[in-house]
């Protein structure tokens, strides 16, 4: 097994590179990254029943990742034939077309070098009393920089929505000097960075309400268009 224990992953590390085989072929992960945003998700094993609802989920969405510029890549230590055949199974029982690369990681080299792998669950192990790797996510954005970390126990599937969800917001964010608040979805209302003085933010989002000082709402500004008059 090929342990590889870097420094700890946080929000703003740089995603590490590797190299790796996928359902896909062989990928740099750096190149694989190229401009887009990417998931990097890992699950415990192939042909289990909450990974089987969580692939099926995330390859339904994958249309929605795509209009947003997010590439999807799952990840567990199994082998390539083995993600092949149970892919199959995926797309039958949850009626999806998986077509987003999975990593073959059976030595669980990406695994360790993302910190994937279970420390408390002395059950979450295979039969060599190996860890299964949890079910963590990655969200990198096109500089390769890290914007969310998830992980989740193998016992709960995750919520394909929230990881859409979040990205949604951390796009917005990155385009508007703004912040979500809890439960924010797109069209809701945003709230104005901590940053942004009032004086500008009468500029910036002419209908901003201030509930205190330090918590002000706006609607987030219409797209300006280029169209010629
Ligand atoms: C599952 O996907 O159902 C699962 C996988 C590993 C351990 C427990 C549950």
Redesign the pocket.
Known sequence: MAEERATPLRLGSTAPNFKAETTQGPIDFHEFIGDNWVVLFS???DY?????T?LGAFAKLEPEFKKRGVKLIGLSANTIDSHDGWIKDINEVTGSNLTFPIIGDKDRTVAYKYDMIDHQDTT?VDSKGIA?TIRSVFVIDPKKTIRLIMSYP??T?RNSAEVLRVIDSLQTGDKHRITTPINWVPGDDVIVHPSVKNEEAKELFPDFRIVKPYLRFTPLPREKTSAAV
């Open positions: 699950h415990p094993e289990t029943p909450v990974c089987t969580e979450n299964f193998a016992s599937g």
